[in-house]
């Protein structure tokens, strides 16, 4: 069953450094997103990507992150000049299924840790 | 202000027993629920989704949604050990696709042998 895979699993970076999450989504899928999950809180939304552009964002995703879809697979999530708040979970999710309804599928996730 | 309210538990019933796991939301136009499982460490993983009042059935899960009343459920029938993990109500506002999740705080269900 396709899956939607994400690398690094985890990521230490130093507090002002830039990073790229990096997400391939199920290939039928049409629509991209980015949840954050920080550490014991709620899953958070971040943004949706659809058709090369983004279609929503959240008061979250400011100047300091952008997403990129760079070829027909990959979709990343830069976060530039990091801080230590976004010491996060980051889930990339796509959907939906042919056919199917609006359900959106997570990937494993990416832990990045900011010191 | 809150979008989705969860019983935040920790739930805990023993093998065998029926776990049921409430959901409020405070956004009438929302549209489209989905029960999702966390274990501790990793991803949401989606179990159910439900789109009209009723009930629908999935194996040994059952949401129930009530708009009316802004409610949706989750029963686990003849839970096991493995069910242990934090389940996750979530809600979109669109009936089409694209919409956002907005997620509750999960609900920790512990299920002993």
């Known amino acids: 069953e396709p899956e939607v895979t994400q690398t690094p699993s985890h990521q230490v970076t130093q507090m002002g450094q830039e990073v790229i999450l990096r997400c391939v989504p199920i290939?039928?899928?049409?629509?991209f997103y980015w949840y954050r999950q920080i550490l014991g809180q709620k899953v958070e939304f971040l943004v949706s990507f659809y058709n090369n552009e983004i279609s929503e964002k959240s008061e979250i995703f400011d100047d300091q992150f952008s997403v990129e879809r760079p070829d027909g697979s990959n979709f990343t999530l830069k976060i530039r000049s990091t801080k230590l708040e976004d010491s996060a979970m980051y889930f990339c999710?796509?959907?939906?299924?042919?056919?199917?309804?609006?359900?959106?599928?997570f990937g494993p996730g990416t832990r990045l840790t900011v010191l | 202000q809150k979008e989705v309210e969860q019983n935040s538990g920790p739930l805990s019933v023993p093998e065998g027993a029926i776990a049921s796991l409430n959901c409020t939301y405070s956004d009438r136009v929302s549209q489209s629920f989905f029960w999702y499982r966390q274990y501790s460490g990793k991803s949401p993983e989606l179990i159910m989704s439900?789109?009209?009042?009723g009930d629908k059935e999935d194996g040994r899960f059952t949401a129930q949604l009530n708009k009316a009343s802004q409610y949706v459920s989750l029963l686990i029938r003849d839970s096991q050990p493995s069910d242990s993990a934090t389940y996750l109500c979530?809600?979109?506002?669109?009936?089409?696709?694209?919409?956002?999740?907005?997620f509750g705080r999960g609900t920790q269900l512990t299920v002993w042998p």
């Open positions: 999710a796509s959907g939906p299924p042919a056919g199917g309804g609006n359900e959106q599928f």
């Open positions: 290939s039928n899928h049409l629509y």
């Open positions: 979530a809600v979109s506002r669109r009936g089409s696709t694209l919409g956002r999740l907005y």
């Open positions: 439900i789109y009209s009042n």
